[in-house]
């Protein structure tokens, strides 16, 4: 069943909230999401003027129907108490918590948020970006039924300095699937982490289609060069959304009422297919409400 919420994250700009020039822009780029950052983009000095900038900028407007998240700094920081309870007053979307470990940080914080009276659509997203949260994830994903978490967004630059390891996707794909599966599991959205060489459109390109092709709902982006390229290749392309129709056209026809199993352009067509074609109406139709 898909919510009546449901709404495209194809692309999910990260800008440092200490940035007034991106905040500004922002309010005419055609990204999906925008992600207010608090945390690493933000120097020690600046982390409590850029808190309050995120906040002015929420507070006046003028980003449309983008949705509006703040990434926040870690739970075991000193700022992390005042930018909930900042974030909580403002009419942000989300707010996205970076190092999260484990199911008992999920609902520490969606705790915190209820208890600060934030409104009730106020989302809890996740960064997966430490050893321990890979290794914890079913058990953070199954938190969502009980708390505000809607959201994963992997962060590779930290999972990588993590583990020690060298920056090469090829390495994190046992960290995907366990996250994308487990996210599936609860019925999660899941966001890919970034691609830091911007200037390198071929590149990020390629890495969408791979990060579509794995599953993700859509990439965080770290430049406005990269919009265009995460909103084509994750929305479906035309040829796709007229195989759903014909999908959906050909189980609604009365020759197969009942069927659970059809053929539709000389292929098997099941239930299942039906369900994904639903699936993909429902994300080309979100895109052009959401059109810009
Ligand atoms: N959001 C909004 N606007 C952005 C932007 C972003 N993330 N990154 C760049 N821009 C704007 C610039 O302000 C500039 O606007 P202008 O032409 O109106 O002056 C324009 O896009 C071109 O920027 P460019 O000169 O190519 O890049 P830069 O050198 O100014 O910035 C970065 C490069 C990497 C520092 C910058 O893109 C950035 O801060 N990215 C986000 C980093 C972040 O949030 N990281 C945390 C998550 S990993
Ligand atoms: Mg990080």
């Given at each position: 069943m898909i919510s009546p919420s449901f709404r495209p994250r194809r692309s999910c700009l990260y800008m440092p909230a200490s940035n007034a020039r991106a905040l500004e822009k922002a309010k005419t780029l055609a990204a999906d999401t925008i992600i207010l950052d608090l945390e690493d983009a933000v120097a020690p000095d600046a982390k409590t003027s850029a808190r309050d900038a995120a906040c002015q900028a929420l507070a006046e407007g003028g980003y449309g129907n983008r949705e509006m998240i703040v990434r926040v700094n870690a739970m075991d920081t000193p700022w992390f108490t005042d930018d909930i309870k900042s974030i909580c007053a403002s009419n942000a979307n989300g707010l996205l918590v970076p190092k999260i470990h484990s199911a008992a940080d999920i609902v520490k914080i969606s705790g915190f948020i209820d208890r600060e009276g934030a409104h009730g659509d106020l989302q809890l997203w996740a960064m997966i970006e430490m050893p321990i949260a890979v290794l914890n994830i079913a058990q953070i994903a199954e938190t969502a039924s009980a708390t505000r978490l809607t959201t994963f967004v992997m962060g590779f630059n930290d999972l990588a300095k993590e583990m020690r390891a060298e920056h090469d996707r090829t390495l994190f794909t046992p960290a995907i699937s366990q996250t994308i599966m487990a996210g599936r599991a609860f019925d999660l959205n899941i966001l890919d982490s970034v691609y830091n060489d911007f200037k390198d459109p071929e590149g990020f390109e390629q890495e969408c289609r791979r990060a579509k092709a794995f599953g993700f709902d859509g990439k965080t982006l770290?430049?406005?060069?990269?919009i265009e390229i995460a909103n084509r290749e994750f929305a479906p392309d035309d040829s796709k959304v007229a195989k759903a129709r014909a999908i959906i056209a050909a189980f609604k026809d009365p020759a197969n009422a009942g069927k659970g199993v059809i053929t539709v352009d000389g292929k098997m067509t099941e239930i299942l297919h039906l369900r994904q074609a639903e699936q993909t109406i429902a994300l080309a139709e979100a895109i052009s409400a959401a059109s810009r």
């Open positions: 770290i430049h406005p060069a990269q």
